[in-house]
Every structure is written in C-alpha cells, then in structure tokens.
C-alpha cells in the first residue's frame, strides 16, 4: 500500500504562486506516473499535470505556462509549481500516482490518490 503526502496548499491572491508537493511512500516496486488533479465546487475532477517516468508531462490547457511539474525520482516525489494564479485555479488538489507491482497474475498497475490539499486564489 502506498502512501502519498501532500502539503503547500493555503490562500494566496491572485498572480500569487504556490508550490505543492506530494512525497509517494510505502512499497513501490515502480512508479509508471505521478501527477496532479484537481477539484473544484461543482467541478469534476481534472488532470491539471502528469509526469510519466517514461514519457512527456502534460498539462492541461487552462495551466500551460503558468504551472510546472517535477518530479524527484529518488525520493518517489512530486512537485507542482503554480505561478500567476488565478482565482478559477481555487480547487482541492490531489496527488495521484499509478505504480506497477508484483501481484499474483504479474505485473499490475494501480492508482493512489492523496487526500488533497486546498488551494484557494482570491481576487
């Protein structure tokens, strides 16, 4: 079982920046992606970044140029830096990770989700 802690959330006004950043724990044989999505009131749940171990990042839309993802391999983490924050960016932010591990049937691939950090932009 995997673990994902998050933290960096909080208020900012808008054109604000924020960093957050999830640290993955627990028995992982190996990380396939690590990302970010998030949620807001009356929203569905969206990508707003992903960083696949092997493969290219990708945001959405409505974040390019204004948030950046990385990922610390060693330490199984991720960050996601959010600059020019607007206040439609206001949403809970969950960590996800997809790891692949050993299960009875061979390789398996499973999603953990943190428990959110909220982000909140004022105008």
């Known amino acids: 079982q995997v673990q994902l802690v998050e933290s960096g959330g909080g208020s900012v006004r808008a054109v604000g920046s924020l960093r957050l950043s999830c640290a993955a724990s627990g028995v992982i044989f190996r990380i396939k992606t690590m990302g970010w999505y998030r949620q807001a009131q009356v929203k569905q749940r969206e990508l707003v970044a992903a960083i696949p171990t092997d493969g290219d990042t990708n945001y959405a839309d409505s974040v390019k140029g204004r948030f950046t993802i990385s990922r610390d391999t060693a330490n199984n983490a991720v960050y996601l830096a959010m600059n020019s924050l607007k206040p439609e960016d206001t949403a809970a932010y969950y960590c996800?990770?997809?790891?692949?591990?050993?299960?009875?049937?061979?390789?398996?691939?499973?999603?953990?989700w943190g428990r959110g950090t909220q982000v909140t932009v004022s105008s």
């Open positions: 996800k990770v997809t790891t692949t591990e050993v299960g009875l049937q061979g390789l398996v691939d499973y999603d953990f």
